[in-house]
């Protein structure tokens, strides 16, 4: 009974939450609200997707959030001319480039951090978590950046066939990253990874190299997810882009069934994850509860899902 509500008690939650509001939530059924929903839960289910990976690895990555400021101030700088004299088409392709590379480099460093001098994970990512987003605000002066650039933006608010860029990258992501999880030798290498190290060691497989694969895509996606932030809010913050994004990405994988110890992930149940916790958001704000009150039912859906866990792991 606990692993049948491990594996499907997140779609039936989520299914339920459609049903409450298709009843109860004036306008829910419209596209207006689908896409403010959808729009809303697009950063988290990316920055989700690369924690997945991490937590399956048997890590945690608490610096997605200082990332995402990075990358999200980064490329202003760059396509504005602030850091360098540079052509306009010559400075939005390194604005789509170099904040995700950079990202990417220091999610490596998470990584060599924890696999080289064999740091904690959540102390290890709490070097960036708490630098990350100081050297944003000094990338700045602490001042707010604010602009106007289609292309850039594109990626936050354009639209392909009606469906905006950001829902699109999203799924891509989703379904390579599932794809990848599931059906490549990287990915049953990294569940052994997560699952039991040391027997991985002994089996062959490059353990410190899969662990540092996944923070530096961990950081990748946290990158991503900083320029659509910006270029959907023609503004970028140092301050704020990101902020609390590493608690609800974990929050989405623990309550997709993701084992918090490693060994077993499904990005899908990230994906329906993010997609619960939203809702329960926009139910809450919808029928006049106040947005401080989701936090603390965010924490109880957190707490059961581990709850859940521990349960389906001790009657397996």
């Known amino acids: 009974m606990a692993e049948a509500v491990r594996r499907y008690g997140v779609l039936v939650a989520l299914?339920?939450?459609?049903?409450?509001?298709?009843?109860?939530?004036?306008?829910?059924?419209?596209?207006?609200?689908?896409?403010?929903?959808?729009?809303?839960?697009?950063a988290i289910v990316i920055v989700g997707v690369g924690m997945t990976l991490v937590i399956a690895a048997g890590g945690i990555d608490l610096s997605v959030g200082s990332l995402m400021a990075i990358s999200g101030t980064l490329a202003p700088l760059i396509f504005m001319g602030k850091l360098f004299p540079v052509s306009p088409g010559l400075g939005l392709a390194l604005a789509f480039t170099v904040p995700i590379v950079a990202a990417a480099l220091l999610g490596l460093f998470n990584g060599w951090l924890v696999t080289r001098f064999r740091i904690q994970p959540i102390v290890a990512t709490l070097v960036l978590f708490i630098a990350g987003r100081g050297i944003a605000q000094v990338?700045?002066?602490?001042?707010?950046?604010?602009?106007?650039?289609?292309?850039?933006?594109?990626?936050?608010?354009?639209?392909?066939?009606?469906?905006?860029?950001?829902?699109?990258?999203?799924?891509?992501?989703?379904?390579?990253?599932?794809?990848?999880?599931?059906?490549?030798?990287?990915?049953?290498?990294?569940l052994a990874v997560g699952g039991n190290p040391r027997a991985a060691r002994l089996s062959g497989i490059a353990s410190k190299s899969i662990s540092r694969w996944v923070y530096a895509i961990s950081g990748a996606l946290a990158g991503?997810?900083?320029?659509?932030?910006?270029?959907?809010?023609?503004?970028?913050?140092?301050?704020?882009?990101?902020?609390?994004?590493?608690?609800?990405?974990?929050?989405?994988?623990?309550?997709?069934?993701?084992?918090?110890?490693?060994?077993?992930?499904?990005?899908?149940?990230?994906?329906?994850?993010?997609?619960?916790?939203?809702?329960?958001?926009?139910?809450?704000?919808?029928?006049?509860?106040?947005?401080?009150?989701?936090?603390?039912?965010?924490?109880?859906?957190?707490?059961?899902?581990?709850?859940?866990?521990?349960?389906?792991?001790?009657?397996?």
């Open 15 to 42: 299914v339920l939450l459609i049903l409450f509001n298709a009843a109860f939530t004036p306008n829910f059924l419209s596209w207006q609200t689908v896409n403010v929903n959808l729009t809303q839960v697009c």
């Open 139 to 190: 990338m700045t002066n602490g001042n707010l950046q604010v602009f106007k650039e289609p292309t850039f933006q594109f990626i936050g608010l354009g639209r392909v066939l009606g469906v905006p860029v950001q829902v699109i990258l999203m799924a891509i992501i989703v379904a390579v990253a599932g794809y990848a999880l599931t059906r490549t030798v990287f990915g049953r290498q990294l």
């Open 224 to 316: 991503l997810a900083g320029l659509i932030v910006v270029a959907r809010n023609g503004a970028a913050d140092a301050n704020l882009v990101g902020l609390g994004m590493e608690l609800d990405a974990i929050a989405a994988v623990a309550v997709g069934g993701t084992l918090l110890t490693g060994g077993r992930a499904s990005v899908i149940g990230t994906l329906l994850g993010a997609l619960v916790i939203q809702l329960v958001r926009y139910t809450l704000l919808a029928n006049g509860v106040p947005d401080a009150a989701a936090l603390v039912v965010k924490a109880g859906l957190i707490i059961l899902a581990v709850w859940i866990q521990q349960r389906a792991k001790g009657s397996s």
